[in-house]
């Protein structure tokens, strides 16, 4: 029986297991959208490319299993690539699809055309393009796998038009069931030695291979042992923050105790990937030799010593290193004095530092936490209005945060879509700054198509927040390019016909949230804070009066 090479591709994400997409159609790939016609792959829309990347990027955390995205050459993909370079920095699985001019024209500068091998190469594991239909499945089992494997990453695969209008006989490829890969007994031996002899250990989780299985074994093996547990950049979930190990949150911003800990530490376990963020630079853990005694554990042996040199390294992926290292039983917690330390340290910075204005973040946010159930999730883009979550949000379960490692605008509703998309009954909440909103808040009209209902709570402030600070804290009062005038973000909400509010006082809060939570509909409540109230521990007032004081 021949087929399309449209059809093929759509058999082989059947294969593999994928239930939903995410795209922007395009007719360089009209092949695959007719074949999705017949397919239960269920297919989302979104208004922008970047957009249906970060909905893939965001499935692809909360499952484990590559996102798929579909989008039309040249710009399409182009407008994608934000996506792709947040897989790469976030350790995802995606695979972007995409359309390409027919062979006969390559080369010629068609249409839209452009070399996505060398376009894509620098952001993604793999990129290539197909020459034939017969390669399909070949490829796509390739990329499935190269996805998976090792780093998780995203893969691109340039599809020409006339590969997928083309019939042929090929026969399907194989699942890709990637095995998470075990810890030799010999490497656990050594780090469980190594922390058992430390009198300031501490366990840092961090993106690579994570799970759900994962974080189970991180509680058990940490609390058994009363290790204290400090997770990386945006990875709040791993552990339930209300656990008596968890220490905090090593971020932009971090607090300054939790960084004195890090490099006071005689002993670390790192799981997963070692970047700059949660180190302040390689600060607080130097490269190439670290000053503590650093055990790195990685499911790829290409990243362990690629940047920091660890006393001791082990390739695996968390979940399986913990299960084999908490195996022999606990460890002596001869350092229970100093975990609690720690624990009542991280417990102090969920006390506000100032009077919030008007609109307190810190209350609504803590409101928040309390109101929605424990396998909410709380997705957020780029900015220092996320700060406010990082601090004051308590998260209680692995799978619970979505937002892009990459620091890139605009993730946070295009994320809850996708939450939404794979549990209609899951709470979303997405905290979004204004200029935040504005990257993707078209896709309210994505949400009211699919009838999705995310909370997307905007913190307008009338200005690039991020940039501004960093403006006051080195050009003091010399303020360009920040400004925004914003429209009516109630109103622009009920023009799609969202529930919007606007919050103008801390204690309006509330009522509108749960009228927000009622409606059944995406719901956009506007939060008018303080301009001058720029992140949860200094301000445009404080910032100037240090400038003025140096």
């Not at 996102?67 to 182009?78: D, E, K, M, Q």
């Not at 792709?84 to 972007?96: G, M």
């Not at 801390?506 to 719901?523: K, N, Q, Y």
């Amino acid at each position: 029986m021949t087929r399309t090479g449209g059809q093929v591709v759509v058999d082989q994400l059947e294969l593999n297991g994928v239930e939903l997409a995410f795209c922007v159609p395009g007719e360089s790939y009209l092949a695959v959208l007719d074949a999705l016609h017949d397919s239960p792959i269920r297919l989302i829309t979104a208004r922008h490319e970047a957009s249906a990347a970060n909905m893939a990027d965001a499935y692809g955390k909360l499952t484990g299993r590559p996102g798929i995205c579909l989008v039309t050459r040249g710009p399409g993909s182009t407008q994608a690539a934000v996506g792709v370079h947040t897989a790469r920095q976030d350790s995802t699985p995606l695979v972007l699809l995409v359309g390409q001019v027919p062979r006969r024209l390559r080369g010629t500068e068609a249409f839209q055309e452009l070399d996505y091998p060398s376009s894509f190469g620098g952001i993604a594991k793999w990129a290539a393009e197909v020459d034939e239909p017969d390669a399909l499945p070949e490829l796509l089992e390739r990329a499935f796998e190269t996805a998976l494997t090792g780093t998780p990453g995203p893969v691109v695969l340039s599809l020409p038009e006339d590969v997928l209008f083309a019939e042929t006989a090929v026969e399907d490829g194989s699942r890709v069931e990637v095995r998470p890969p075990e810890p030799r007994p010999e490497d656990v031996r050594p780090a469980r030695e190594l922390l058992a002899a430390a009198e300031r250990p501490l366990v840092v989780a961090a993106e690579g291979m994570w799970s759900d299985a994962a974080a189970s074994e991180l509680a058990a093996f940490a609390e058994a042992s009363e290790l204290p547990v400090a997770v990386s950049f945006r990875c709040q979930d791993y552990l339930d923050n209300r656990s008596r190990v968890y220490a905090g949150h090593l971020t932009v911003g971090m607090e300054p105790r939790l960084a004195e800990r890090l490099a006071g530490a005689d002993v670390v376990l790192w799981l997963g990937r070692l970047g700059d963020v949660a180190t302040r630079g390689f600060t607080l853990v130097e490269r190439p030799r670290p000053r503590q005694t650093l055990v790195h554990v990685h499911p790829d042996r290409d990243e362990l010593g690629r940047v920091v040199g660890p006393a001791h390294a082990v390739v695996s992926a968390p979940a399986t290193f913990l299960a084999a290292a908490r195996a022999p039983g606990p460890l002596e917690p001869r350092w229970r004095a100093w975990t609690e330390e720690l624990r009542a340290e991280y417990e102090a910075t969920l006390r506000p530092a100032r009077p919030g204005g008007r609109v307190d973040l810190a209350e609504i946010v803590s409101f928040v936490t309390d109101r929605v159930p424990d396998d909410a999730v709380l997705t957020s883009g780029a900015g220092n209005f996320s700060l406010w979550a990082h601090r004051f949000y308590r998260f209680r379960r692995y799978g619970t945060q979505l937002a892009p490692r990459s620091g890139a605008m605009g993730y946070g509703v295009p994320a809850a879509l996708t939450v939404q998309s794979l549990d209609r009954a899951r709470v979303a909440v997405c905290l979004a700054g204004d200029g935040d909103f504005l990257m993707s808040g078209s896709e309210l009209a994505t949400a009211a198509q699919y009838k999705l209902a995310p909370i997307v709570l905007v913190v307008n402030n009338g200005m690039l927040g991020t940039i501004r600070m960093h403006q006051e804290r080195r050009y003091s009062g010399r303020v360009v390019g920040t400004d925004l005038v914003n429209p009516d973000f109630a109103a622009y909400a009920r023009s799609f016909g969202a529930h919007g509010e606007t919050v103008e006082r801390t204690e309006e809060f509330e009522p509108a949230f749960e009228r927000a939570l009622a409606s059944g509909l995406p719901a956009v409540l506007d939060l008018r804070v303080d301009p001058d109230a720029i992140s949860p521990r200094t301000s445009i007032t404080e910032l100037r009066a240090q400038a003025a004081g140096a």
